[in-house]
């Protein structure tokens, strides 16, 4: 492992559920739900007061018109975030805009600061609302001075499209399939073992202990509700997605709505302290950041970058792929996880155990964040040492942390 000025320890996690496109937590701004997750993770650490924070690191990709208590301003969203939860004037707030991985990126970089003795304190994780990402009129400034003036949706714009060659991602995820030949019928069966593990961890409560639940207002004298579920879960029809259409290559594609992960809502975030500060303020560290990996390569093949990060994050944590007992690979898509899972020689009972983004959702600037939580979770409930988490960003990258369970 690389020597830093200190350990870095995870005191504590949590995460909002995770709600689908337009539905449970659509009221909340991208902004909203990270304050909810900030102010939630650090209830969990009473030691730790709003002045002891040092730094917030937040992951956002969606930031145009982010409104913080109903304000539609858009500036600096982790600053956003950190005020709305009640952190004191003096934090340092940093958004990352790394795509999919801006949340473990964030992550990574709250690591580096404690590691190089510049913070003892920080949150780190990431937030996002797609079903509150405006359109865009991107001519109006300029003026339009004939004919139609057309709206460009800021999910598909800023989330969703590669702007190298101005495809949608589903389309490199086509292109990934087609390289290692991996059918539809590989993506929906590994779609439905998402769901299916998905569906029992929350049967069992194994995502209880991760999440904070949510309350929405109901308003107009109806009774609030309280969403303490990721809501994708439940929606899966085996059946229906035996004749779900391909969504990018209508005659001979793989990849459907249904083996896609959906449009989602959600926040989540980590306490990271050095060790001084742990000694100092007694707290129980539940892992340790044992190492961190980055890699990038041609745009397009950013679906198998996370089998190049992910080596780099062992080689830097000095442990190997057989030490570790739990992985966490997001699945933008199914092929994704099918086809880093095969290049890195993993055992499919070792990847995504409780089920992955196909089931629960990805929203683009939490994801990152959501995966370390889970991954927590799973080491916890196996009793296991070593795991890692690898995802993949638009772009070409990828993100990997290395995380040792001290639970």
Not at 101 to 109: E, Q, V
Request: hydrophobic content about 40%; overall charge neutral; charged content about 20%.
């Amino acid at each position: 492992m690389a020597k830093f000025n200190s350990d870095v320890y995870v005191v504590a996690t949590a995460r909002t559920p995770v709600g689908s496109f337009h539905g449970a937590l659509s009221s909340f701004s991208a902004t909203e739900l990270g304050s909810l997750a900030i102010k939630g993770v650090l209830e969990r650490v009473p030691q730790i007061k709003p002045d002891c924070v040092d730094e917030v690191v937040f992951g956002n990709v969606l930031s145009a018109n982010l409104p913080l208590l109903r304000q539609s301003l858009g500036q600096n969203p982790a600053r956003q975030c950190a005020i709305g939860a009640g952190l004191d004037a003096s934090v340092v707030c940093t958004t990352v805009n790394k795509v999919c991985a801006s949340g473990t990126k964030s992550i990574i970089l709250g690591a580096q600061a404690i590691g190089l003795g510049v913070a003892d304190v920080v949150v780190a994780g990431g937030t996002e609302s797609m079903s509150n990402a405006p359109h865009y009129a991107t001519s109006i400034r300029k003026g339009t001075k004939f004919g139609n003036v057309t709206l460009a949706d800021g999910v598909l714009r800023d989330g969703l499209t590669d702007a190298y060659d101005s495809a949608h991602m589903g389309l490199q995820a086509e292109e990934c399939s087609s390289d290692h030949d991996c059918s539809r019928q590989q993506q929906d069966d590994y779609a439905a073992e998402s769901y299916k593990r998905a569906q029992k961890a929350v049967g069992d409560g194994l995502f209880a202990e991760e999440i904070l639940p949510v309350t929405v207002p109901g308003g107009r004298g109806k009774p609030d509700i309280i969403i303490d579920q990721d809501e994708e879960v439940k929606k899966f029809d085996p059946e229906k997605m035996k004749t779900v259409k391909p969504a990018f290559l209508p005659s001979k594609g793989t990849v459907t709505a249904a083996n896609a992960s959906p449009l989602s809502d959600g926040a989540a975030a980590v306490v990271l302290v050095s060790e001084k500060k742990l000694n100092e303020l007694g707290l129980k560290p539940l892992a340790r950041i044992r190492g961190w990996g980055e890699a990038a390569q041609t745009p397009s093949k950013f679906t198998v970058a996370p089998a190049l990060a992910i080596p780099k994050a062992l080689s830097h944590s000095g442990i190997t792929q057989d030490d570790i007992e739990a992985f966490e690979i997001n699945e933008a898509f199914s092929v994704v996880a099918l086809v880093n899972t095969k290049l890195l020689g993993l055992q499919p009972d070792k990847v995504n155990i409780n089920g992955g983004a196909v089931a629960i959702g990805h929203p683009l600037g939490a994801s990152g964040a959501r995966i370390v939580n889970t991954l927590m979770s799973v080491l916890k409930q196996r009793s296991s040492k070593f795991g890692c988490v690898g995802i993949c960003n638009g772009g070409g990258g990828a993100s990997a942390v290395v995380i040792e369970n001290l639970q």
